[in-house]
């Protein structure tokens, strides 16, 4: 049984940084895909970006695309986000995710094991 728990998120202003990671422990790691979602209040969760097993190969969604950066450490069943130039329409629960395959996948669907969120507000 993976288990994933997701660390980094607070308050920040916007225009700001902020840098989530996200530990693997109690499975596989290194050999899927991952991926980022978050839920803001009211609406569903959408997909964020995703990473290939071997992380030769990422995927944003368009409101990210230049803002946020995806890595992961399979040394340290890690994943990292780095979130720069933060908005407010940045905020939101995040999750991380193992998806059920190498490659990368946009829907929540595709995934199985997901992590409990931490919660990210960007003032304006």
């Known amino acids: 049984q993976v288990q994933l728990v997701e660390s980094g998120g607070g308050l920040v202003q916007s225009g700001g940084p902020l840098r989530l990671s996200c530990s693997a422990s109690g499975g596989t790691f290194s050999t899927y895909a991952m991926g980022w979602f978050r839920q803001a209040p009211g609406q569903e969760r959408e997909f964020v970006t995703a990473i290939t097993w071997c992380g030769d190969s990422t995927k944003f969604s368009d409101s990210v695309k230049g803002r946020f950066t995806i890595s992961r450490d399979n040394h340290k069943n890690t994943m990292y986000l780095q979130m720069n130039s933060l908005k407010p329409e940045d905020t939101a629960v995040y999750y991380c995710?193992?998806?059920?395959?190498?490659?990368?996948?946009?829907?929540?669907?595709?995934?199985?094991?997901w992590g409990r969120g931490t919660r990210v507000t960007v003032s304006s």
């Open positions: 995710a193992r998806a059920r395959a190498t490659g990368i996948l946009i829907s929540t669907a595709g995934y199985d094991y």
